[in-house]
T-cell receptor, first 118, second 114 residues
Framework: AQTVTQSQPEMSVQEAETVTLSCTYD???????LFWYKQPPSRQMILVIRQEAYKQQNATENRFSVNFQKAAKSFSLKISDSQLGDAAMYFC???????????????FGKGTKLTVNP | GAGVSQSPSNKVTEKGKDVELRCDPI?????LYWYRQRLGQGLEFLIY????????KSGLPSDRFSAERTGESVSTLTIQRTQQEDSAVYLCASSLAPNQETQYFGPGTRLLVL
């Protein structure tokens, strides 16, 4: 079974600075998807960024980018120019690309609480 | 609405009572998922629907938990004889199709069992 590990329960960053959140995963599959979701106090899970494992190029969405190291099974999230609105729980998630039964679910890490200091 | 909606937003119940949680997925999304989030934890998969059938129920923690989906839209998660350990946020997500990798989440239902 796949597992996702987020080793940083909490992180903090100064406004306008850059922060990197870590995520590692374990899988025997070669093709899969990886995600970062943001969960503010409102509980709404918001997709931040996604990465297809077959793509070598790291995904980027505005101030958010990932460092995807497939061999190391590492998928870190970098937030540049941090803003107060970035404060939230961040969850790393894995999804198999297989369409076999049981593979459609997302497997989540336990999350990292990000605090942005003004 | 444009997004996934869930009701109620919050539910307080007494131990032993039954509860029903509702999810309205994004219109046209054939795949629907239920997850549970305990306090301070990540999300745990409960069940997945493709249309009205449930190919994967592997995450349901006990036979007190059941779910159904009708008309390829609304889904109801039912917890019978609730226990205090059932207290959690229950989140629903939908995607356009099973092989569409992005799941869109609702705001969740916070369940508190006293």
């Amino acid at each position: 079974a796949q597992t996702v590990t987020q080793s940083q329960p909490e992180m903090s960053v100064q406004e306008a600075e850059t922060v990197t959140l870590s995520c590692t995963y374990d899988t025997s599959e070669s093709d899969y998807y990886l995600f970062w979701y943001k969960q503010p106090p409102s509980r709404q899970m918001i997709l931040v960024i996604r990465q297809e494992a077959y793509k070598q190029q790291n995904a980027t969405e505005n101030r958010f980018s990932v460092n995807f190291q497939k061999a190391a099974k590492s998928f870190s999230l970098k937030i540049s120019d941090s803003q107060l609105g970035d404060a939230a729980m961040y969850f790393c998630a894995y999804r198999s690309s297989s369409t076999q039964g049981g593979s459609e679910k997302l497997v989540f890490g336990k999350g990292t609480k990000l605090t942005v200091n003004p | 609405g444009a997004g996934v909606s869930q009701s109620p937003s919050n539910k307080v119940t007494e131990k032993g009572k039954d509860v029903e949680l509702r999810c309205d997925p994004i219109s046209g999304h054939t795949a629907l998922y239920w997850y549970r989030q305990r306090l301070g934890q990540g999300l745990e998969f409960l069940i997945y629907f493709q249309g009205n059938s449930a190919p994967d129920k592997s995450g349901l923690p006990s036979d007190r938990f059941s779910a159904e989906r009708t008309g390829e839209s609304v889904s109801t998660l039912t917890i019978q004889r609730t226990q205090q350990e059932d207290s959690a946020v229950y989140l629903c997500a939908s995607s356009l199709a099973p092989n569409q990798e992005t799941q869109y989440f609702g705001p969740g239902t916070r369940l508190l069992v006293l």
